[in-house]
């Protein structure tokens, strides 16, 4: 189906239209503390303890919400001079969040609290409460059939909790216990400081950049612009930035922080977050950086094995290692993804012999509801409409192969539905500065708020250059009608021929260099 042709007041109209709902909101329309379910008990619970001097410890998560949850807990720990012991679950050896394995480290302690895990941590809940433990229970997921008995419950899924939002993270929650508590305690630390941090995990973790979520990551961005955190400097120096926006987040900064609970252990992100000099700072992000490189590796390794497996008449990609790497299954089967344009389903041989795997889907597959059917040849499984995690033995692989396509016929998915982030058919002659800044109005964009993306058809191909030590990106002047623009396209082995006719589906970007702003495409896709 084509694309209407778009008028760039028609996309100003467009982009005004998601906002409807809820409108542009700012902090002083946060709700409050309280009006999560258990948030008063939790933080009635914790400021006893402070008082008392119990032993107090904090699970965090392996990834880059649980990572910034942790840090925010143990930063605002350090400002009220409170001792706290902190354990992020490795994710090789102890699995995920509050589990029976973290159980003999936790023995002595008189409460232990999660921040982004435990809402399905049953058995080790049961375990807590057999040694006297009180255990508060901090989560932003989805609700499982059995909760855990716990001391305290926060998470906004909670059919009975009447916090108005229900797509937040981890940090934010986290963020929202660690206000509470600063004025239960009269603390005065400057909470709002912290808001920096949160909007990192925000974006790291897809939420809607909606609602409170806009309201917090514009906030909170402002705050990183000006931080003078350690880290944050060690960030912006590395990646020569005097000002981050959602996109450097999103794929720059949280690859980088997600890398060492991929590699080796998320702890390592904590401590350089928590870095209190730019020179630990600095050697703390070197390391992790070199975790960051060592994933790309793998992860190319393994994408390109994987992909010689591919069937391309399946409608649901399906592959199988041996020996893959376990903490990057996740993203290689969102890059098959990509590039076949199905959902893709990775999945390793772990050291009992079973299949461990992650999926990503793609397009309208709601990859949840079609591996649910196939839940009797599974062991684990959970995840939601747009990713998955499972495991299951040897021997159930192949029915699972048949079984999932099966599943995604029933469905009758339309294949050719349009993009809905692709705005219309835009004209090279309404391309201009003016466009540019009518999109910055509506940043930041990211999950629930999609960078605006166009179709220019008729497009001829000026000139095509190769870009990068492989030769793997592509520079291009672009005509359309005797009007030229610039272009960029990264990550591609296709080979492009001057004179060439196509259609090009790209964003709109600033391009900065040698003191000059030019116009440029983001090329996603050449049809």
């Known amino acids: 189906m084509p694309y209407p042709k778009i008028t760039p007041q028609e996309i100003e109209q467009k982009l005004q239209r998601r906002f409807l709902k809820d409108g542009h909101l700012s902090l002083a329309n946060l709700p409050k503390p309280s009006e999560f379910k258990d948030m008063d008990r939790a933080v009635t619970r914790i400021v006893k303890a402070i008082h008392t001097g119990e032993k107090i410890m904090l699970i965090g998560d392996y990834d880059v919400d649980g990572v910034i949850s942790t840090t925010l807990i143990n930063m605002f720990f350090q400002d009220i001079g409170v001792a706290l ?5 490795n994710r090789f050896k102890d699995g995920y969040g509050l589990s029976p394995n973290l159980i ?11 921040v982004d895990n435990g809402i399905a941590a049953v058995e080790a809940a049961n375990m807590c409460q057999e040694m006297g433990i009180d255990l508060i229970i901090t989560d932003h997921h989805i609700v499982p059939a059995l909760i855990p008995e716990a001391y305290a419950i926060v998470d906004q899924k909670q059919v009975d909790c009447p916090f108005p939002y229900e797509e937040v993270c981890g940090a934010q929650i986290a963020w929202y216990l660690i206000a509470a508590l600063n004025k239960a305690l009269n603390a005065n630390v400057d909470v709002k400081s912290y808001l920096g941090l ?4 925000i974006i790291a973790d897809m939420m ?5 979520n806009r309201a917090m990551v514009k906030a909170g961005l402002q705050l990183l612009n000006r931080s003078e955190l350690p880290a944050i400097k060690a960030f912006m120096e590395k990646l020569d930035k005097v000002a981050l926006n959602a996109e450097d987040i999103g794929f720059q900064i949280a690859p980088v922080l997600n890398s060492a609970g991929r590699m080796d252990d998320a702890s390592w992100s904590v401590e350089f977050l928590l870095s209190s000099n730019i020179y630990d700072a600095r050697v703390r992000l070197d390391r992790l950086k070199d975790f960051n490189e060592n994933r790309k590796a793998i992860e190319q390794k393994i994408t390109d094995e994987a992909t010689q497996q591919v069937d391309i008449n399946d409608d649901v990609i399906v592959v199988a290692g041996e020996n893959w790497h376990e903490g990057v299954v996740g993203i290689v089967a969102a890059r098959i993804g990509r590039r076949f344009e199905k ?8 050291e009992n012999g079973d299949y461990k795997g992650s999926g990503r889907s793609f397009h309208v597959c709601n990859l949840f509801k079609i591996t649910t059917a196939c839940r009797p040849l599974l062991n684990k499984f959970g995840g939601h409409e747009a990713a998955i995690g499972l495991s299951l ?3 159930n692989l192949d029915a699972f192969k048949s079984q999932i396509q099966t599943e995604y016929q029933k469905e009758n998915y339309d294949e050719h539905l349009i993009d809905p982030d692709i705005l219309g058919d835009l004209s090279f002659s309404h391309i201009s500065f003016e466009l540019v800044n009518k999109l910055k109005a509506y940043e930041p964009y990211g999950q629930g708020n999609a960078r605006p993306k166009f179709i220019s058809t008729n497009v001829i191909i ?5 870009m990068g030590k492989e030769k793997e990106h592509r520079r291009f002047t672009f005509s359309q009608n005797g009007i030229t623009q610039q272009a960029v396209l990264f990550k591609t082995k296709e080979v492009f021929h001057i004179g060439q006719v196509i259609s090009v589906i790209y964003g709109l970007n600033e391009n900065h260099f040698n ?3 030019t116009l440029q495409l983001m090329v996603e896709k050449i049809l």
């Not at 959902?343 to 772990?350: G, H």
């Not at 000026?462 to 190769?466: A, G, M, P």
């Open 343 to 350: 959902p893709c389903i990775v999945l390793t041989k772990s």
């Open 85 to 89: 012991e902190w354990i992020i679950p």
């Open 208 to 212: 809607p950049l909606q609602h409170i």
């Open 104 to 114: 003999p480290r936790i023995e002595g302690f008189d409460l232990v609290f999660t």
């Open 198 to 201: 949160v909007s990192m995990a």
């Open 462 to 466: 000026e000139d095509v250059n190769d």
């Open 393 to 395: 033995n040897e021997e």
């Open 515 to 517: 003191n000059r702003v």
